[in-house]
């Protein structure tokens, strides 16, 4: 006699079927990523080579890296201005610190990833203990880390860097294509923070607070805490791209990481990650970098000047952003 | 005067709280006995979330204590509260629309596999799901996969799984407020009977409702709160739902009441 709440239809066959097949949000960015291959495929013979993939690869291995805590960050529905700008200082500390300080090269590692994990800390106090909002934060330390960067360097590029700095830029073959250490690096850590973000509470409770923060808190959850170990540690991994970027370009300079924000933030929405938080898949991340990637290069190859390539990720990220937008209106 | 009564699962002396010069709670007091459904009633902004929020360890109040099973408690978050077995359905649905019903329901207390991947923090997702399962198909809510996120669910569903949340894990006492309010009738009615199998399991039941016929319907006991306080405690068996009223707001002073009106 009780009456049930109302059931849901039995799972049919294509249910089951697509429950096993990767989820939709990640076979969009699938197909940007091969269209966008295709065409430019079409329109210079130099783009399908091995050797192109190597710089391919190289090139997103950095942003790449960048664009895995800039996920983090969006999945609790903040956002990090900051990232290409604390990337950048940790490379510059590094640097100055191997080559003009004669630091020891791996404790001057050290202190460039500190700097920038201190910088991704403070981000996450200033959030979560004077409650401001992350846009307003990160666009802060933005600028700070940035100056700070300019002075300490006097705007100067450090060359002649010790082999230490340089590992990850080194190469071995995979067939045609060469591939650094840096992007073997990087694919494990984009592996690590997958099983983490899938498989772990810490990581569902990243999506949870991303969903619904005031209800994870009163699950027992201690969100303020979460956030700020989310953005220390997207600092963190600013700090490994910073040695990232050293590796490949061989100097330290003071100019870089200007295109890494919102490259970041492309990268993480075409890889379907909600910038309203709470959903998206970090998988889907590195094809989003990918896709960015197979742009600029493609772009540069069909000798599109810069500004114009500035234009189109701008265009780019506009319309990932309103498809996120409308599809969580439909929803 | 009174006959000695058993001693109170959750009980409250003098509750304060302050937002500002806004006084949600000025000196309330509350009792839940075992066994029953106790309803709070009370006009918008008479401090029954407030209430029911300091009871749960949502709020820390400025004054006044809270006993559970006699002994003092303090409370400073919700989790100390549901250490101690005391869950809550907010007002507010508490759940994460994106997320499977089973993590929903496991929110904050995801068993962990074994082995190396248990050691690595990998959660038991089969237990998870069989475990979900089994709580809802326990209490009646035909769900049939524990993989659909909560956003896909109608309104009565989602309730279901609130509740089921709390059900699943309290071992002392269940606290709702308004879980029918942005319901229709059907899915109101099918929410009240989930209360009542909670409370059949023994669980005490704390409902906060405005919606009359459903507290006249269901309750053990009618907390009736105003402007902070405790105005009353009445038996919906011997107080007519106007008389109720009228003491909710005002109109009648509960020293109007017959005696056996009062619980
Ligand atoms: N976080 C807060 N900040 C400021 N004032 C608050 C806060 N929470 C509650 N109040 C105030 O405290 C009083 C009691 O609020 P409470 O939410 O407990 O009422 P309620 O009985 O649950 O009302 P309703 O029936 O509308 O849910 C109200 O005047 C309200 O405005
Ligand atoms: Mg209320």
Known sequence: MLPDLATVPPTSIRGRLLAHLPPVATLGPL???????????????????????????????????????????????????????????????????AVDSEMNPYLAILCGLLVSTAFGFLNGALITRVKLPAFIVTLGTLNIAFAITQIYSKSQTVSGLPEALEFFGRTFRVGQTAVTYGTVLMLIMYLVAWFVLRDTAPGRHVYALGNNAEATRLMGIDTARMLLVVYTLAGFVYGIAALLLVARTGVGDPQAGQTDNLDSITAVVLGGTSLFGGRGNILGTLLGALIVGVFRNGLTLMGVASVYQILITGILVILAVTTDQLSRRKG | MTEPRPTPILEARGLVKRYGHVTALDGADFQLLAGEILAVIGDNGAGKSTLIKALAGAIIPDAGEILLDGKPVRFHSPLDARRQGIETVYQDLAVAPAMSIAENLFLGREPKRTGLLGWLGALDKKKMLAEAMRHMQSLKIGIRSMKQAVETLSGGQRQGVAVARSAAFARHVVIMDEPTAALGVKEGNMVLELIRRVRDRGLPVILISHNMPHVFEIADRIHIARLGKRAAVVNPKHISMSDTVAVMTGAKRPEELPAQALA
Do not use: E
């Open chain 1, 31 to 97: 197909l940007a990523l091969f269209l966008a291959g295709a065409f430019f495929t079409s329109q210079t013979d130099r783009f399908l080579s091995g050797s192109n993939f190597s710089l391919i690869l190289q090139q997103v291995m950095v942003v790449g890296v960048v664009a895995i805590g800039q996920t983090l960050v969006i999945l609790t529905a903040g956002i990090d201005l900051s990232c290409g700008m604390l990337m950048s200082i940790g490379s510059i500390v590094m640097t100055k610190l």
